[in-house]
């Protein structure tokens, strides 16, 4: 799998400049990168890491950053773009994955693109069968055209990087990575040494 490249904010206020409508605003402030040769060192689905599951990477950053609200970006080799890899409030305990705000045709799963609201919208005043037929199957060529061109949807959420991610706004107990690492160094003495602190890279 393609290494990835992560960016990692926590939600903060901050004062305003002038102050005349508000007192503070919230901003985002970076927090770490993960480095794609990094992330060969902490997905074992990139490299040999020991991070798996969405709730193995929240322990990860819960325990070096502490908890709080949580934004990650991601980007891969094979793409120019930013997406949203990640997006949760945690504490010491539990965590809760957050809405990502998605537009309404992404939420029903259906992605419509730009290039077929032409299509949709004549299909939507067609008045005869024969006139409905014939946009649909212009639209059925349009999205088939996508697929074949992977513009068929757009790129987010931790899949495949990370496994067993829970629903948006369902509470989860997060897991610690370390325990799994210190049964696999029993059996396989190579495995890196993980310290505290931000010592996995």
């Not at 939420?107 to 067609?126: C, D, E, S, T, W």
């Not at 990370?162 to 210190?182: A, F, H, S, W």
């Amino acid at each position: 799998m393609n290494e990835i490249w992560i960016q990692i904010k926590r939600k903060t206020e901050v004062p305003t400049k002038y102050q005349r409508n508000h007192e503070i605003r919230i901003d985002w402030k970076t927090l770490h990168e993960i480095q794609k040769e990094d992330s060969r060192k902490i997905f074992e689905t990139v490299g040999n890491g020991p991070i798996r599951t969405t709730s193995e990477f929240v322990y990860f950053i819960h325990e070096n950053f502490g908890q709080g609200h949580y934004m990650c970006l991601g980007r891969t080799p094979t793409s120019p773009h930013f997406f949203l890899f990640l997006k949760f409030i945690c504490d010491d305990r539990y965590y809760k994955i957050e809405p990502t705000y998605t537009s309404y045709k992404k939420r029903k799963r259906k992605f419509v693109p730009r290039i077929h609201k032409n299509i949709l919208r004549n299909l939507r005043l067609a008045t005869t069968d024969e006139d409905r037929k014939f946009y649909q199957q212009e639209l059925n060529y349009a999205e088939e055209q996508d697929r074949e061109k992977g513009l068929t949807q757009n790129r987010r959420g931790p899949s495949p990087y990370l496994i067993n991610t829970p629903r948006v706004g369902q509470l989860c107990e997060m897991e610690d990575y370390r325990d799994k690492e210190e049964d696999n160094s029993e059996e396989n003495n190579n495995n890196e040494e993980i310290e505290d602190g931000m010592t996995i890279w």
